[in-house]
């Protein structure tokens, strides 16, 4: 088997051409466009080349082997079969598993998957871990953030922290001083934290590990801003309610919340209980009547907030929650620390923070 690394650059795009037309073209797009994935990776898409005289396998098997990256697409179709009952896509995984091409597989969410496909997907599902998008803006979101992983992998870019990292044109006027010390006060009342309020900001936010080398990081400007979204445009929340158990127009309520991470998070929480069912409970433990939610507040505000705490601020998503009728759904743009799978976070593993 031979081995690419990530300076073969170039991506191929597999997936059947007619249902991912928009993808396809929006993802390349997305790529050569981006001011940081551009400088490593350009896209290859079959339906862009120009006519050629030789047989369309043997052409994208061609193309194939001068990319470095294999990004499968896999939908509802299955594709058109050769003589051996083998689609195009599956032809090409096959093969870019034999060259030892990095593999990215990208699955959207379906019930109507035809059973060619999902006997494809099960292969796949053996050799690999694959990620689930909902519409286009989710899977651009999963594009970049693998190949930022890839990017790290070799090397290419650095693996600090962002909380760690120097936030640019930033300076003591963009951060609300009162409300780091207020802060200081509230966690140090709530929590024991040894924060002192009457301290200077600079001071409070050196003990929170905020003020490095003597610059202001990005998580200070995230928890303290007074715009943070001036720097960082895409911290926010975006909540939904649905009227049903599918995402369809139109949406009974839409809000986009933005201030600091503690507003939004407070907002977000907010906005799911005022969808969700509630009641009064009985007597029976307390001499008052408790007042109670169908999904208790502190499980709404424990994943919301991991949701905005751990999701990834390189990337152009944003942290979305959709309250439907038989479930919530919170979702953030970021992936699983490397080496660590979907399976594995049910067992026993070692504690990783990439933020």
């Given amino acids: ?23 396809r073209k929006s993802l390349r797009s997305y790529i050569e466009s981006d001011p940081l994935l551009r400088d490593f990776f350009s896209v290859y898409l079959f339906e862009s080349g120009a006519a ?26 299955y594709g058109s079969s050769d003589i051996d009952g083998i689609s195009p896509t599956q032809r090409e995984y096959e093969h870019a598993l034999k060259r030892g091409k990095k593999i990215l597989v990208f699955v959207k969410e379906s019930k109507n998957r035809a059973e060619k496909e999902n006997e494809f997907l099960k292969i796949i599902e053996s050799q690999f871990v694959r990620k689930k998008f909902l519409d286009l803006e989710n899977l651009k979101t999963l594009v970049y953030e693998s190949l930022l992983e890839l990017l790290r992998e070799d090397g290419l870019i650095s693996t600090l922290p962002f909380s760690m990292r120097i936030a640019r044109d930033v300076s003591w006027n963009d951060l609300d001083l009162g409300k780091i010390r207020s802060f200081a006060r509230d966690a140090g009342e709530r929590r024991g934290f040894k924060l002192n309020p009457t301290e200077s900001a600079k001071n409070i936010l050196t003990h929170m590990g905020l003020f490095s080398e003597g610059k202001i ?33 139109p949406f009974l309520d839409t809000k986009y919340f933005d201030g600091t991470l503690f507003e939004m998070i407070d907002k977000s929480v907010d906005f799911v209980l005022s969808k969700l069912g509630s009641g009064i409970g009985s007597r029976e433990k307390r001499g008052v009547l408790p007042f109670e939610y169908e999904i208790p507040r502190s499980v ?13 601020y390189a990337s152009d998503g944003s942290v979305h929650v959709m309250v439907f009728t038989d479930r919530v759904v919170i979702m953030n743009p970021g992936n699983l620390p490397s080496g660590l799978s979907g399976k594995k976070i049910f067992e026993p593993h070692e504690s990783l923070s990439p933020n």
């Fill in 1 to 23: 088997m031979m081995s690419c690394s990530i300076m073969d650059g170039r991506i191929f795009i597999s997936s059947v051409q007619k249902e991912f037309e928009q993808e």
């Fill in 300 to 312: 709404i505000f424990e994943a919301i907030a991991n949701a905005v705490a751990h999701r990834n």
């Fill in 217 to 249: 990081t990005n998580s200070a400007v995230l928890l303290f801003g007074k715009n943070p979204q001036r720097k960082f445009t895409t911290s926010c929340v975006k909540c939904l309610h649905l009227r049903g158990t599918e995402i369809e127009k």
């Fill in 52 to 77: 050629r005289s030789k047989r369309s396998d043997e052409v994208y098997l061609s193309e194939l082997d001068k990319s470095g990256i294999y990004l499968c697409l896999i939908g509802n179709e």
